[in-house]
DNA sequence: ACCTGAACACCGTTCAAGT
DNA sequence: ACCTGAACACCGTTCAAGT
């Protein structure tokens, strides 16, 4: 047995990762596995190990497909609009990339790395990539200062964030409360305006 | 084999969460395990499953124990600050209790029930007695309107939670951005600022 | 009636041994 | 050198069979 090489290393991470999405995308994180993601291309599981660190370096690949398809969606849909129309397009364009991948965003935060063990950086920079998209919109609401932007757009994305996970997960106890979108509107407007008056 | 009897349904389901909340602060949610939590009390995995509808509703179970804790430990910290100052106490009540248990308040949110599952109402239960706290204090704010208390209440919490989340797992890319105690505060005071003066 | 033990169909991870 | 197969130590879930 062995020795088939009838792809390059480099060939069987790009399988796998394909791979590993399709089967998130189907079955979402709680029943991903990389013995499936083994199967699907058609190699032992050993062959993974091989070429990549572990089940964890597997994840962070196949999320970071997601982190890149996210960014491209939110540049794509971008138009031209400004400031807090700006802010709430670039929402939106995050809200609907969640709902058409639902299983895909939600592993980005399902899954977690051992406590204490930082994120890779090559991962930490496609996390910058979509911070910068939301820095770049604050910018001139913020007086083109860019560390206020920086922090603005921290707080803002991550409050965006938190509704969102909250609702689509349904521990928002939305009972008499409005729709996600609603609250993401209400959320953009009123800490831009505190923000821009203070 | 059999017939034990040394306790009676309930003393096992309790046994069982307790014994589940001790494995969860030790080992964090990717390690958590019912086989484990029949091992700690002695009984079988079959006796677990006896008494427990499965998995999620252990889980469950064991989540709402911490949803508990958290809403006491707000409510024992709430002093008798008011306004924005108590809602900024209120956010660091519920930061100190994610730091100090952070593994049992991440598998609040690690553990999602398969999609399209609601909540039992049990259970959403406890999540609407933490939004009520929010909502007493937000109360005044808005003139003394609940439906607007309400949609306030998630909004903000939603996002405070977001803040918290991505930060303490290290997903908000916090390179020259300030702590999350700095954003949950600058939050929550430009989003009251923008909510009041309406 | 209550609980066990064993079975089933899975996991992640490692590594000697084949080609 | 590359890949497999098998092993190891686990999972969640079910249920016939003991007491």
Redesign the pocket.
């Known amino acids: ?7 390059t ?1 480099e060939e ?1 991470r790009a399988l796998a990762i394909k791979a590993g999405v399709a089967l998130l995308s189907e079955s979402g994180f709680a029943k ?5 993601v083994a199967r699907r291309i ?6 993974l ?3 990549f660190g ?3 370096d597997i994840v962070l690949h196949i999320n970071a497909v997601t982190l890149d398809d996210l960014s491209r969606a939110m540049q794509a849909r971008k138009g031209k609009r400004e400031g807090a129309a700006g802010i709430r397009q670039l929402a939106l364009s995050y809200l609907a990339f969640a709902r058409e991948h639902y299983f895909r965003w939600s592993a980005l935060f399902e899954h977690n790395l051992p406590q204490g063990t930082p994120l890779p950086d090559w991962y930490a920079v496609k996390i910058q990539e979509l911070f910068r998209q939301v820095e770049e919109m604050l910018l001139p609401l913020v007086g083109g200062k860019p560390k206020q932007a920086a922090e603005a757009a921290r707080v803002l994305w991550a409050s965006i964030h938190g509704i969102y996970a909250l609702g689509l997960s349904g521990k928002l106890d939305t009972v008499g409360a409005g729709s996600v979108e609603g609250m993401v509107t209400s959320l953009i407007d009123h800490y831009l305006e505190g923000l821009t008056k203070a």
């Open positions: 047995m062995a020795r088939r090489s009838d792809h290393r069987i991903f596995s990389t013995r499936e058609g190699y032992t599981v050993g062959t190990y091989n070429v572990g089940y964890d």
